[in-house]
């Protein structure tokens, strides 16, 4: 088969397709096929963040390479241990091991890369790489148990896709602490089968943070001593790709090297410490989103306000606050959460509006446990990121939180003297 040209141009012109299809898309999910990358990708409409549970079909979905063709059947998980090594299927998944629900909200930690200006690579998400499903599945604690996993130590968990290539692995790393911890090998999404694109028959699921570190498809679990590096894997092909050279955060053009460790975890705690150089994209970083008004149609006012709905996260962090402007940020509310209160699943917050007729552009920011709040834009100075300021700008695009970007402007109609919509009758 005959390559098309990917020159530098080309895959400018590929991407800015990708962009009028995933941002400016009406009605519907949409799945995008970027064959210079080999991405797919589908996204929701903004309305997705007004509901808790984000349905199957309005989930995001992002990988890589095709998803593979896999008869359930035949498939095992290979698990490796300090006492050696077992498979298990799915049938003993299910059967012999214990199940639970986890809540949990997936997030692309190339959410918010198409607020990078200047433009980065890869896919340009805006803020629709975000969903939360109840996936079904066995304990890690417990799958790791089986082969004499006691404690976590220092050691890692390193899970192999079964979308690898021959010359390029897909695996990921995660501290073994947080395997142990609340992660799980699922085979359900929202009380279903796991969906092909979602990982059939069996994916892990690391609550809370980026979607990357749940890999999909999974055949493959390691304890090892350090998290992957390159030829550490007796594999051919690449191992490292995904673990050290994307999905770090650092400035254009630096070579981001590779680690065996780091002292902490937490996204922003590498970045605000200074102590890892270029951070590893692991737990997610406080965000949100509004859901109701989508600025699609203008909103009537019921009894002089309108309803402003959204959802907000923080990794396996919580959301302990969310404030919404409606004037484009001179002035801010605090908004009430309310709905269901899982550990590493978003919130739902609403204000009720005293909404003027006219333009109006909708923020809501939010701010986390630890005191991190959204800041208002994406910045190329470093700086002013670490004082807290703005979203360091980094060559991949990753894990951006600025809250200007999400919002949304409304158009607002009169309301009449019943309290009803001027236009809706
Ligand atoms: N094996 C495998 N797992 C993978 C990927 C992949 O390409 N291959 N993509 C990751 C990325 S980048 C994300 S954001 C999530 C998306 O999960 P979802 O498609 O179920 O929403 O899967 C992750 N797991
Ligand atoms: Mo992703």
Sequence with gaps: MDEPDRGP?????SRSEEIAAIVERKGGVVEVRDEADRYTVVGPERGTFADW???????????????????AEEWSVSVAGPDGEATFDVADLRESLPTVAVAHTMECAGNGRGQHVPETGSVQWGFEAAGTAFWTGTPLSSVLREVGVEGAGDRWLT??????????????????????????LAFGMNGQPLPPEHGYPVRVVVPG???????KWVEELRVTDAMVTEGALDR???????????????PEGADPGENESVPEAD???QFESGDVEHPYTFDQTVTSVIGSPDGEAPVAPRGGTVEVLGVAWAGDDAVTRVDVSTDDGETWAEASLFGPDYDCAWRLFR?????????????????????????????????????GEAFPWNEGGYAANAYRPNGVRVTVEREDGDGRSAEAD
């Design 236 to 250: 051919p092909g690449s191992h490292a790709h995904w673990q050290q050279d994307t999905y770090r955060i650092h």
């Design 53 to 71: 549970l984000t349905p199957i079909g309005e989930h995001y979905v992002c990988h890589r390479n095709l998803v593979p063709d896999i008869d």
């Design 209 to 215: 943070w980026y979607g990357v570190n749940s890999v």
């Design 351 to 387: 204000h009720a509006w005293d909404a003027a007729p006219g333009g109006h552009t909708l923020l809501s920011r939010a701010t986390d446990e630890r005191g991190r709040t959204q800041p208002a834009t994406i910045s190329q100075d470093w700086e002013r990121a670490r004082a």
């Design 267 to 269: 996204t922003w705690a």
């Design 159 to 184: 899970m192999i896709g079964g979308d690898s290539l021959e010359e390029e692995v897909f695996a990921r790393s995660v501290p073994l602490g947080k395997a142990l911890d609340d992660c799980l």
């Design 9 to 13: 141009e080309r895959r400018h012109g």
